[in-house]
């Protein structure tokens, strides 16, 4: 019984461990998951127009440089916004992956919606006046006549002729 306490003990022990690694883990600070999400927010200006983090020249000299400074804004403890605005100051709008949700900006969050609904309005218009124009032309045509018949029968039977061998 005792040997039993003392197995469980161990358990707990090691189970308790682990979770307070796992809350650690998790509440720790996430210096790592800002440096990639600011990273994947940020373009490099070397002229490849890749994401900062997945640029891919060799010896890229200002991806690296770049990667520097936002490890060094990071350590200095910035807020996000704070470092996307110095990266602005410093690189012009250009150096952000997406454009701002603000001011002028919007137009380009806004537009591709618009010309889709536009597209679409568009497409149902037309598709709208095709049906209109065929049901015109089907009423206005005249009724298919036995003369009509006939000439069709006379083609048929040249044709058999004609591709006999």
């Known amino acids: 019984m005792n040997r039993l306490r003392k197995i469980s003990t161990h358990w707990a022990m090691l189970l308790m461990l682990a979770s307070v690694l796992l809350l650690m883990s998790a509440a720790g600070d996430p210096t790592g998951q800002r440096f990639d999400r600011?990273?994947?927010g940020l373009m490099c200006t070397c002229g490849c127009s890749q994401i900062l983090l997945e640029c891919n020249h060799v010896g890229c000299a200002v991806s690296e440089?770049?990667?520097k400074e936002l490890k060094e804004a990071l350590a200095s403890g910035q807020s996000d916004d704070a470092i996307l605005a110095g990266f602005v100051t410093k690189y012009g709008p250009t150096v952000?992956?997406?454009p701002t949700n603000t001011?002028?900006?919007r137009v380009a969050w806004i537009m591709p919606?618009?010309?889709f609904l536009a597209a679409i309005g568009g497409l149902v218009w037309v598709v709208r006046v095709w049906q209109r124009r065929s049901r015109a032309q089907l009423a206005a045509a005249p009724p298919a006549s036995a003369g009509a018949e006939g000439e069709l029968d006379e083609f048929r039977r040249r044709a058999r002729e004609e591709t006999e061998l």
Request: net charge positive.
């Open 103 to 105: 001011g002028f900006n």
């Open 38 to 40: 600011l990273g994947h």
């Open 113 to 115: 919606v618009v010309i």
């Open 65 to 67: 440089q770049m990667r």
């Open 96 to 98: 952000l992956s997406a």
